[in-house]
């Protein structure tokens, strides 16, 4: 090991047997390295080793990691002699050092929840086992939201002789949230694959099918902040799917996965995992079609569909019929089709239009497909678009302009696409309906035919004409459009546009309820519904919001749930 490489530390008080090593890896991270560091200088089980492993950082990162090791003995500086580009690199260097027994892997950007340390190295303790996990909890660094990684795969305490116990945990595929026995790593060489991205899918894969036996366990053991909307330069790499490199990556790192899945003796396995690529990788840029122009799209295309033609029928029958659509769109080169399919995903829209074929059968589209794999993925015959209730019909609704208008209003451009010819000749009367807090707004106005199966009308949304409560609403709400017909009601919802900026305006309402700041975006990264956010900024909000910020912290939440109805 180079003198650039060697870890510093204090040797002469550095505890002399640590019971487990947690490795830090960190690159340019110098604001948020303390955080992260501090969250394993506070584990209730306290004989740990920290060993902060520097890719080759070029900003203050060493100065800090240098003072966080002169200030508690446990702490090792490790600086890599050149940046690796990756994660694989700096966690391999810091198992080469490593003294403990046990071993956790956590990012600079992250932290460790108190008892992590203790509550998985019980689990070792209970039983002899390869390695113990624990849930991992998601944090949205914009809005504080908290969730669960993959709640229903942690929800119990369990110990698995194997993965094929339960497959489905091919979708856990991260490696930190989990404590390794160091001879388990050694015993198989198992370490993490440099010189790639998404390093983790094949690491984790590899852990799960070598493990003889493996415990679960419900408590969380890691957090994970997650910032959807950071700069292209800061944004992680699973946030750059813009980038066709990251394609690339993707699709390599999964041929990586089969090589050692036919060479392990765990051929039985490939189903599972190619289900797990389907949907969850796949899916991850399929939400984002929408956005993408007609070369990204044929780029992708020639990146995927090679790979697609690998992975196992079985695989694709368990997929929801709107995601199989999609697949099946990129793979017969339907792009701009595509990219339609995958605006309505996770909505339950209906197909902008639908063929009929000579057999009598409906399939997605404005043609029959020619082969028959196509026929069988598009076939859409038992969404029965034509007789259903009409209160549970399949429409899409989607908003194919929107402009500001005066003060705080929208002015919008809907169009309904009826594939099943639901709705009577001409012009058809619609809703469109805002319901912040109980407080509902609704505006009526008219959908006029352009061809049948398609309607079209514009609508102005004057958000200052919500009304709120006198002491505000904080929260957010979806506009939804309204139909009727014979009687029966139908609400459907509405598609926001591709793309489109974000605003933001002030409203203050002259009842004497409390003034409000009012935000319209898209839902979420990729296109959805259209979003509507309220953020009360009166003097009882501003007074309360720092109040519920300290009992949203960690170990306060049951405090914060006795507060109800306060803007924060």
Same mark, same amino acid.
């Given at each position: 090991?180079?003198?650039?490489?060697?870890?510093?530390?204090?040797?002469?008080?550095?505890?002399?047997?640590p019971?487990?090593?947690?490795?830090?890896?960190?690159?340019?991270?110098?604001?948020r390295?303390?955080?992260?560091?501090?969250?394993?200088r506070?584990?209730?089980?306290?004989?740990?080793?920290?060993?902060?492993?520097d890719?080759?950082?070029?900003?203050?990162?060493?100065?800090?990691?240098?003072?966080?090791a002169?200030?508690?003995p446990?702490?090792?500086?490790?600086?890599?002699a050149?940046?690796s580009g990756?994660?694989?690199?700096?966690?391999?260097?810091?198992?080469e050092?490593?003294?403990?027994?046990y071993?956790?892997?956590?990012?600079?950007?992250?932290?460790?929840?108190?008892?992590?340390?203790?509550?998985?190295l019980?689990a070792?303790?209970?039983?002899?086992?390869?390695f113990?996990?624990?849930?991992?909890?998601?944090?949205?660094?914009?809005?504080?939201?908290?969730?669960?990684?993959?709640?229903?795969?942690?929800?119990?305490?369990?110990?698995?002789?194997?993965?094929e116990?339960?497959?489905r945990l091919f979708?856990e595929?991260?490696?930190?949230?989990?404590m390794?026995?160091?001879?388990?790593?050694?015993?198989?060489?198992?370490?993490?694959?440099e010189?790639?991205?998404?390093?983790?899918?094949?690491?984790?894969?590899?852990?799960?099918?070598?493990?003889?036996?493996?415990?679960?366990?419900?408590?969380?053991?890691?957090r994970?902040?997650?910032?959807?909307?950071?700069?292209?330069?800061?944004?992680s790499?699973?946030?750059?799917?813009h980038?066709m490199?990251?394609?690339?990556?993707r699709?390599?790192?999964?041929?990586?996965?089969?090589?050692?899945?036919?060479e392990?003796?765990?051929?039985?396995?490939?189903?599972?995992?190619?289900?797990k690529?389907?949907?969850?990788?796949f899916?991850?840029y399929?939400?984002?079609?929408?956005?993408?122009d007609?070369?990204?799209?044929?780029?992708?295309?020639?990146?995927?569909?090679?790979?697609?033609d690998?992975?196992?029928?079985g695989a694709?029958?368990r997929?929801?019929?709107?995601?199989r659509?999609?697949?099946e769109?990129?793979?017969?080169?339907?792009?701009?089709?595509?990219?339609?399919a995958?605006?309505?995903?996770g909505?339950?829209?209906?197909?902008?239009?639908v063929?009929?074929?000579p057999?009598?059968?409906t399939?997605?589209?404005?043609?029959?497909p020619?082969s028959e794999?196509?026929?069988?993925e598009l076939?859409?015959t038992?969404?029965?678009?034509?007789?259903r209730?009409?209160a549970?019909?399949?429409?899409?609704?989607?908003i194919?302009?929107?402009?500001?208008?005066?003060g705080?209003?929208?002015?919008?451009?809907v169009r309904?696409?009826?594939?099943?010819?639901?709705?009577?000749?001409?012009?058809? &009367? #619609?809703t469109?309906? =805002?319901? @912040?807090?109980?407080? !509902? %707004? *609704?505006?009526?106005?008219?959908?006029?035919?352009l /061809?049948?199966?398609l309607?079209?009308?514009?609508?102005r949304?004057?958000?200052?004409?919500?009304?709120l409560?006198?002491?505000?609403?904080?929260?957010?709400?979806?506009?939804?459009?309204r139909?009727?017909?014979?009687?029966?009601?139908?609400?459907?919802?509405?598609?926001a546009?591709?793309?489109f900026?974000?605003f933001?305006?002030?409203?203050?309402?002259?009842?004497?309820?409390?003034?409000?700041?009012?935000?319209?975006?898209?839902?979420?990264h990729?296109?959805g519904?259209?979003r509507v956010?309220?953020?009360?900024?009166? &003097? #009882?909000?501003?007074m =309360?919001? @720092?109040?519920l910020? !300290? %009992? *949203?912290?960690?170990?306060?939440?049951?405090?914060? /749930?006795?507060?109800?109805?306060?803007?924060?």
């Amino acid at each position: 090991m180079s003198p650039e490489t060697s870890p510093e530390t204090t040797p002469a008080t550095a505890p002399a047997a640590p019971d487990v090593t947690v490795t830090v890896i960190v690159y340019n991270d110098a604001a948020r390295l303390p955080r992260a560091v501090a969250s394993v200088r506070r584990q209730t089980h306290a004989n740990i080793e920290i060993v902060i492993s520097d890719d080759h950082s070029t900003d203050g990162t060493p100065r800090v990691a240098r003072e966080l090791a002169a200030r508690d003995p446990r702490v090792r500086y490790l600086r890599l002699a050149e940046n690796s580009g990756g994660c694989s690199a700096p966690r391999n260097r810091a198992v080469e050092i490593a003294r403990a027994p046990y071993l956790m892997f956590l990012d600079s950007d992250d932290e460790l929840p108190e008892r992590a340390v203790e509550v998985l190295l019980a689990a070792h303790r209970a039983r002899e086992i390869d390695f113990a996990m624990g849930a991992v909890r998601r944090i949205r660094a914009d809005s504080g939201r908290r969730s669960t990684w993959m709640p229903h795969l942690v929800a119990e305490h369990r110990t698995l002789e194997g993965i094929e116990a339960d497959p489905r945990l091919f979708f856990e595929h991260l490696s930190t949230g989990k404590m390794y026995a160091r001879a388990f790593l050694d015993r198989h060489g198992l370490r993490f694959p440099e010189g790639i991205h998404y390093e983790d899918q094949l690491f984790s894969a590899q852990a799960y099918c070598l493990a003889k036996a493996f415990t679960i366990v419900p408590e969380p053991v890691y957090r994970w902040y997650v910032a959807p909307y950071a700069d292209a330069d800061a944004a992680s790499i699973s946030n750059q799917r813009h980038k066709m490199a990251n394609v690339r990556d993707r699709i390599h790192v999964q041929r990586l996965i089969d090589s050692f899945l036919a060479e392990s003796g765990h051929e039985s396995l490939r189903e599972d995992k190619d289900y797990k690529f389907l949907k969850h990788d796949f899916r991850m840029y399929a939400g984002d079609l929408p956005l993408r122009d007609d070369e990204w799209l044929a780029s992708f295309a020639d990146t995927v569909n090679p790979y697609l033609d690998t992975l196992s029928e079985g695989a694709y029958a368990r997929l929801p019929r709107e995601e199989r659509i999609v697949v099946e769109l990129v793979r017969d080169r339907r792009l701009a089709d595509a990219r339609q399919a995958a605006r309505g995903l996770g909505h339950d829209v209906a197909p902008p239009r639908v063929a009929t074929g000579p057999d009598g059968r409906t399939y997605w589209g404005d043609r029959v497909p020619e082969s028959e794999r196509a026929r069988r993925e598009l076939d859409v015959t038992d969404l029965e678009l034509d007789t259903r209730p009409f209160a549970v019909a399949r429409f899409r609704h989607e908003i194919t302009e929107l402009a500001r208008g005066p003060g705080a209003s929208l002015d919008l451009t809907v169009r309904t696409h009826d594939p099943g010819l639901r709705l009577p000749i001409g012009p058809q &009367r #619609a809703t469109l309906v =805002l319901t @912040p807090g109980r407080h !509902r %707004l *609704a505006v009526g106005f008219r959908l006029s035919p352009l /061809r049948p199966g398609l309607f079209e009308g514009r609508v102005r949304l004057d958000l200052a004409a919500a009304r709120l409560p006198v002491r505000g609403f904080t929260g957010v709400r979806h506009p939804v459009l309204r139909l009727r017909h014979q009687g029966q009601t139908h609400t459907g919802v509405l598609l926001a546009p591709p793309a489109f900026p974000p605003f933001t305006t002030r409203v203050t309402r002259p009842s004497g309820a409390a003034p409000h700041r009012v935000t319209v975006e898209p839902e979420g990264h990729a296109p959805g519904r259209l979003r509507v956010r309220w953020q009360s900024t009166g &003097r #009882a909000a501003r007074m =309360l919001r @720092p109040v519920l910020r !300290r %009992l *949203a912290r960690p170990g306060a939440r049951r405090a914060a /749930r006795l507060v109800r109805g306060v803007p924060r």
